[in-house]
């Protein structure tokens, strides 16, 4: 996946901390022409989108956050295909689910009046992401991976999330997220 704003941020000299990526436990191909590596390019691309977000947000404020995350969302989500199903970590109803790009862009920067609640999870001063995936399917023009998101702070604290993403291949050959879920893990109490 190609995010030119990050070779912008890059450019910048934003100093972009890094997405680390493990291979999944279990990879299944049923057919067609999306490659592992193409899921893995993909979701590096949005570990290392969220830290150019934060970065950009210490280095020049909310403007420019919302503008390359403005970007970031029209590149790398599917919403000019149709309603992405992207469930944030911590979106709470009535606006749990983001079906349209504006309630992206407001759970990932804030200051929205539709979307009050959101505090801007992009803006967190997140420094590295790290995605565990638990397996990855492969089928047609959809990939699915399931796993673990670990993401660092600027004060060295880690938050883990469980991840879900859906890709379709776009006309461009380029995988867009047309799934997206994110949770904290369970934890059950004693």
Request: glycine letters at 10%.
């Amino acid at each position: 996946m190609k995010l030119k704003t990050l070779v912008t941020a890059t450019a910048l000299g934003l100093g972009l901390g890094t997405a680390g990526l493990a291979s999944a436990a279990q990879v299944t191909h049923l057919g067609g022409d999306i490659t592992e590596e193409q899921v893995l390019a993909a979701q590096q691309a949005w570990g290392d989108a969220l830290v150019a977000i934060s970065t950009i947000y210490e280095a020049e404020g909310i403007d420019a956050a919302r503008e390359l995350a403005q970007e970031v969302i029209e590149s790398a989500y599917g919403y000019d295909m149709g309603a992405v199903l992207f469930k944030p970590t911590l979106a709470a109803a009535p606006q749990t689910f983001r079906t349209t790009p504006e309630g992206a862009l407001a759970y990932f920067v804030g200051h929205s009046d539709e979307y009050s609640e959101d505090s801007g999870f992009a803006l967190k001063g997140w420094q590295e992401v790290t995605i565990e995936n638990a397996a990855i399917l492969i089928s047609g023009d959809v990939a699915l991976t399931m796993g673990n998101v670990s993401i660092l702070d600027a004060e060295g604290n880690t938050t883990t999330v469980d991840k879900t993403w859906g890709y379709h291949l776009d006309d461009e050959g380029e995988l867009r997220i047309v799934l997206h879920h994110s949770s904290l893990p369970f934890s059950a109490e004693e």
